[in-house]
């Protein structure tokens, strides 16, 4: 980070004007948050807030135009509008963007049935994300996702920036750099940081679909990925797998650690995702820093807060960043902790969901403590639930954590099992560590 982030004594909440068009969101979230050298975007949907899909999004017979594409134009032009407010460039600050498209499918038979596409047609997306980031393409996880929270949305988007930091170099497994906007960009190293693209288990010399042969060739490829932009797996600060069947996740999580056998990522898991092709089973991406960074990895680890799921660590810590791994309302059996289900035999009685959310800020603040932050300094918040119906008392728990700025938040709808039975939310966060001199 530069030496100007150090002058940083808390994060900023970013409100763009809204005479630029922007929507104000109606719940507590900030659009974007800016802490350093570093902009976090929330979730960007073709929403006006107030009464649904805008009319601008919504295809007629005489434009010829998809309703996936108008949404793409719709939040990009917002996010570009959010970022300029921020003091950046979507194009050439941005390193991480989550794409969050609807689908019903897949479902849990499904799943069953080893089939993880989401089956969408997103080409009219891809075709506005070529037209606003025009150059070279942002490392991106793409993600299908059962729904969000405004009806009719297709496509949500995150993204972070990294400013200050000289220029970005973008990589690709194929060759040494990127020639065009429609290369796929595997890697983008910025200053001492560098960010992965979703990758999966599939190579052009096998078409295995067992989930052995898919981790392995999964993190071949990204240790291929490392060494070509300065970095090793040593390096690897974050990491997001996506899994389509959590049966699966023993097994990935063994092969796991052999790849990272001391002083693992921060790791969050997404269960029941939907790939991008067919008989993908695994995907992940990372943060890594750089080999000649100065920057040092901080394992962050208490027990004042359960312990990991798997082969992770409980957050990581580096420079003015603290990367959570996946909370969850677990406990250290990694089952639902006790207390956070309705009683089968008064099933009308409770509130699940503020409930799980309490523990788990619980936990949090643990955690962050042991960092030398609290909970009031999450700049980065992506929660998930198994069904929408309990984000409204689940937000309001987390609300009332943060009495001045929210974090920038993104909420998804899974409509699948978070992977532990009785979880009803997932949260992935970001939080800002104070300099301690």
């Not at 350093?36 to 960007?44: M, S, Y």
């Amino acid at each position: 980070m530069s030496d100007k982030s150090k002058e940083i004594t808390k994060p900023i909440a970013i409100w763009p004007g809204l005479e630029d068009g922007v929507p104000k969101p109606v719940m507590p979230y900030s659009p974007a948050i800016k802490v350093g050298d570093w902009i976090f975007v929330a979730g960007q949907l073709a929403s006006d807030f107030k009464t649904g899909l805008p009319k601008e999004v919504i295809p007629n017979s005489k434009n010829g135009i998809s309703g996936l594409e108008l949404q793409s134009e719709f939040v990009f032009r917002n996010m570009a509008q959010t970022l300029q407010a921020a003091g950046c460039n979507m194009k050439n600050d941005t390193v991480k963007l989550w794409e969050w498209f609807v689908s019903d499918r897949p479902n849990q038979n499904d799943f069953l049935l080893g089939d993880n596409h989401h089956q969408l047609d997103i080409r009219p997306y891809e075709s506005s994300m070529n037209n606003n980031f025009k150059d070279y393409l942002p490392p991106r996880s793409s993600i299908g996702i059962g729904e969000l929270m405004w009806v009719g949305t297709q496509i949500e988007l995150e993204v972070i920036c990294l400013t200050n930091q000289g220029n970005s170099t973008y990589y690709s497994l194929e060759a040494d750099g990127l020639e065009n906007a429609s290369a796929q960009t595997d890697a983008v190293r910025k200053g001492d940081w560098i960010f992965i693209s979703n990758q999966n288990g599939m190579s052009k010399d096998t078409s295995s679909v067992s989930i052995e042969d898919q981790t392995e060739c999964l993190m071949e490829k990204l240790l291929k990925i490392a060494e070509k932009t300065g970095s090793s797996l040593d390096q690897a600060i974050k990491a997001e797998l996506f899994i389509g069947d959590i049966r699966d996740f023993a097994v990935v999580d063994k092969i796991w650690k052999k790849w990272f056998p001391n002083n693992p990522p921060a790791r969050f898991v997404l269960p029941h995702s939907g790939m991008n092709a067919n008989d993908i089973k695994v995907e992940a991406s990372l943060i890594l820093l750089t080999n000649d960074s100065k920057l040092q990895k901080d394992i962050i680890e208490t027990s004042n807060a359960p312990i990991p799921m798997g082969h992770e660590s409980q957050a990581v810590k580096v420079g003015n960043l603290l990367f959570f791994s996946t909370q969850m309302a677990f406990d250290n059996s990694g089952k639902i902790a006790e207390g956070m289900i309705r009683n089968p035999a008064a099933p009308w009685y409770g509130r699940p969901a503020q409930m799980q959310m309490r523990y788990m800020m619980e936990n949090i603040n643990a955690i962050s403590e042991a960092a030398g932050t609290t909970v009031e300094n999450i700049v980065r918040r992506a929660c998930f639930h198994n069904d929408l119906q309990w984000f409204a008392e689940s937000i309001e728990a987390w609300a009332s954590y943060f009495p001045d700025d929210k974090p920038a938040s993104t909420t998804i709808g899974l409509n699948h099992s978070l992977g532990i039975e009785g979880a009803n939310t997932s949260l992935d966060l970001i939080a800002y560590v104070p300099d301690s001199n």
